[in-house]
């Protein structure tokens, strides 16, 4: 079974630039979410989403920050413009629905430098 | 909501046991507790979870006080592979919205 995919890896962008990650969740997999950790610090829940639609939001910085999966399976994450404080490794993690909330299945991450 | 407490690193000799404290002295009574470990550039991974009676399964073994107020986790055959950051977490919230919530976890280094 394939794993939780998100690309890029890296990105190094400077302030007040844009930037977008992808993910793709495993095949099967209705819930979605996105992580941002700090460099020392645990990962910090964003957005889940549930299908196409947002569970939880209440942790993501809406001035900046957007996601959205249109057709209830890839993901992206976008931050217009960046701050240095987001600097971070952001990750996606995807769950099957109604299944435990530890049964979550982390991608990679993409870790993101900004200049 | 219910934190956790983690020492920041430990070490531990190879083939020795790892036993990784945790305190959650504000856990709720129908809280569990969850053990994630994260390798260096990879995602989280999900290692073992309890209620109130000690787990084991092939990965660890989870012991919980009586009065649920600690645990630990416990690798009983460290390698160097298991060098890693390991979180405690108590889930938070209900329902379709709650999150499994990280704390800084412990930088276990596994020592050849």
């Known amino acids: 079974e394939a794993g939780v995919a998100q690309s890029p890896r890296y990105k190094i962008i400077e302030k007040r630039q844009s930037v977008a990650f992808w993910c793709n969740p495993i095949s099967g997999h209705a819930t979605l979410y996105w992580y941002q950790q700090i460099l020392g610090q645990g990962p910090k829940l964003l957005i889940q989403f549930q299908n196409n639609g947002v569970v939880d939001d209440s942790q993501l910085p809406k001035d900046r920050f957007s996601a959205e999966r249109l057709k209830g399976v890839d993901s992206t994450l976008k931050i217009q413009p960046a701050k240095l404080e987001d600097s971070a490794v952001y990750l996606c993690?995807?769950?099957?629905?109604?299944?435990?909330?530890?049964?979550?299945?982390f991608g990679p991450g993409t870790r993101l430098t900004v200049t | 909501d219910a934190k956790t407490t983690q020492p920041p690193s430990m070490d531990c000799a190879e083939g020795r046991a790892a036993n990784l404290p945790c305190n959650h002295s504000t856990i709720s009574g129908n809280e569990y507790v969850y053990w994630y470990r994260q390798i260096h550039s990879q995602g989280p991974q999900y290692i073992i979870h309890g209620l109130k009676n000690n787990e084991t399964n092939e990965m660890a073994s989870l012991i919980i006080t009586e009065d649920r107020k600690s645990s630990t986790l416990i690798l009983p055959h460290a390698t160097l592979r298991d060098t890693a950051v390991y979180y405690c977490?108590?889930?938070?919230?209900?329902?379709?919205?709650?999150?499994?919530?990280f704390g800084s976890g412990t930088q276990l280094t596994v020592l050849p």
């Open positions: 977490i108590v889930r938070v919230g209900a329902g379709s919205a709650r999150q499994l919530t």
């Open positions: 993690a995807s769950r099957l629905a109604g299944h435990n909330i530890y049964e979550q299945y």
